[in-house]
């Protein structure tokens, strides 16, 4: 299984279950994230999820391989946005990564060890707190290859960590570490290696103290208003459309053996 989903005392963890790939994100994965995540928020039993991934890695992003193979027009129409989209509420639409056009009301804490880059980044981006072991890192590493961001990164980096600092990281790509993490804002708390699970079923338990109702509406009201955030994710997504050739090929390159590891040499 891609993704193993397990459910106790309230809380709903899911986990991306491709180690081999470092969790990065193919579109049978990218399915059932969003069918998951769709079921928390309807289960009225499930109170708060964690997202994390297996081996010691968060998420490395889309699968690049399979993008190589598939990133069309025909992959472009399955996650359009229709014009006339405003409601990521009442009307949640996939995204290439999943669930980064939903808009829970249920928390959603991301539990990061080892990469959360690109698309990866974007989850944890997507997430309402993000919880980072001492040397997990995030990324904008789609940078060497053309593929653009286009689960939202380009919409909730900004507001995380602010317009200066998020295009500074948007437009080098470079690696962001734990303390620089925190120091930004893009991570709410650093905590030992191995040891994400557990902080987020702590800071789970804690959440779920609280009269949830309330909770839940104050969550909402942060996020702002419904019809912006589709507004803003159709332009992100519009901007990209005509990228996706070039995407493609950068994923190419990387399915080729060029720059592994977040080498940014040679690619």
């Not at 059932?32 to 964690?50: C, H, M, P, S």
């Not at 997990?136 to 789609?142: D, M, T």
């Not at 593929?147 to 900004?158: K, Q």
């Not at 437009?171 to 040891?195: F, M, N, Q, W, Y």
């Amino acid at each position: 299984m891609s993704l193993l989903i397990d459910q106790s005392d309230g809380i709903t963890t899911f986990t991306i279950n491709r180690p081999a790939a470092r969790n990065a994100v193919d579109p049978e994965t990218a399915s059932n994230l969003f069918e998951g995540f769709l079921e928390f928020q309807a289960d009225a039993r499930q109170k708060v999820a964690i997202l994390t991934g297996a081996d010691g890695a968060f998420c490395a992003g889309y699968d690049l391989k399979a993008a190589a193979r598939g990133m069309n027009a025909d992959w472009a129409k399955r996650h359009d946005i229709p014009n006339d989209w405003t409601d990521p509420v009442e009307n949640p639409l996939p995204s290439p990564m999943g669930p980064a056009r939903l808009m829970l009301s249920k928390p959603v804490i991301a539990a990061i060890e080892g990469p959360a880059v690109a698309g990866g980044m974007e989850l944890a981006l997507w997430a309402d707190v993000r919880l980072i072991a001492q040397s997990a890192y995030f990324g904008v590493f789609c940078r060497r290859w053309g593929v653009p961001l286009i689960d939202g990164g380009t919409v909730r980096l900004p507001e995380i960590v602010g317009l200066g600092r998020a295009q500074d990281l948007i437009l080098t790509g470079r690696p962001v570490h734990a303390t620089e993490a925190k120091d930004i804002g893009l991570a709410s708390d650093v905590v030992a290696d191995g040891s994400t699970l557990d902080a987020a079923k702590r800071y789970a338990h804690d959440l779920m103290r609280f009269p949830q109702d309330c909770m839940r509406a104050d969550k909402l009201h942060a996020l702002g208003p419904r019809r912006r955030l589709a507004e803003a994710l159709f332009n992100e997504w519009q901007g990209t459309l005509g990228l996706l050739r070039d995407a493609a090929k950068g994923a190419a390159r990387f399915s080729a053996g060029k720059g592994r590891a977040g080498n940014f040499h040679e690619i």
